[in-house]
């Protein structure tokens, strides 16, 4: 079985600060993680991937995470917080499971951004 | 390009009556699904499909059906509706068959309130 945990519910940083966001998991195999954006009455949006490449994962809009298997960790960073990084991040793992990959989705963490 | 269109974005119905939500991807993916997110439970997997013809049952499927008779379409039924029911559903699809390791197109969702 498979689970991932995000450790804050909500975050809140003043635009120009370091933005980060932290996600868990637990696979008993290799997993591939993502980190999605979801914006107000919005559908969520694919920020950036990890499929067993490089474990230090670039996304868009300046957004990075870095897989850390010793600590079962993905978390989401970004060096100097933007009012449009306001939003709410979700971790999902995915694991070949039996055949088939499942997705499990984190519950959320909601980003606020002070100006 | 417009990705995942999902209908209506708006519903209040009744306990008991029934529904409808429309899925259309124009992307020509072979994975379709849908999901409900429900406040800090991330998103939960009600149905999928693999392509025309083939549907599955995700993590909560009772209270629901599905169809896939094209590759474009993705029709989520609601048989009689309960007050539980109540919740934002996103149709998301896949280049992929199954979601492993590429990124799900989410729809912007659908809000549904059952009295």
């Known amino acids: 079985a498979q689970s991932v945990t995000q450790l804050d519910s909500h975050v809140s940083v003043s635009e120009g600060t370091p933005v980060l966001l932290r996600c868990n998991y637990s696979s008993s195999y290799s997993p591939s993680l993502f980190w999605y954006v979801q914006h107000p009455n919005k559908g969520l949006q694919l920020l950036l991937k990890y499929t067993s490449a490089a474990t230090l994962v670039k996304g868009i809009n300046g957004f990075e995470a870095e897989f850390k298997k010793s600590e079962t960790s993905f978390h989401l960073t970004k060096p100097s917080a933007h009012m449009s990084d306001a939003a709410e991040y979700f971790c999902?793992?995915?694991?070949?499971?039996?055949?088939?990959?499942?997705?499990?989705f984190g519950s959320g963490t909601r980003l606020q951004v002070q100006p | 390009n417009a990705g995942v269109t999902q209908t209506p974005k708006f519903q209040v119905l009744k306990t008991g009556q029934s529904m409808t939500l429309q899925c259309a991807q124009d992307?020509?993916?072979?994975?379709m699904s849908w999901y409900r997110q429900d406040p800090g439970m991330g998103l939960r997997l009600i149905h999928y499909s693999v392509g025309a013809g083939i549907t599955d049952q995700g993590e909560v499927p009772n209270g629901y059906n599905v169809s896939r008779s094209t590759t474009e379409d993705f029709p989520l039924r609601l048989l009689s509706a309960a007050p539980s029911q109540t919740s934002v559903y996103f149709c998301?699809?896949?280049?992929?068959?199954?979601?492993?390791?590429?990124?799900?197109?989410f729809g912007e969702g659908s809000r549904l309130t059952v009295l």
């Open positions: 998301a699809s896949s280049r992929e068959g199954t979601p492993g390791t590429g990124e799900l197109f």
């Open positions: 992307m020509n993916h072979e994975y």
């Open positions: 999902v793992v995915s694991v070949l499971d039996t055949g088939r990959r499942a997705l499990t």
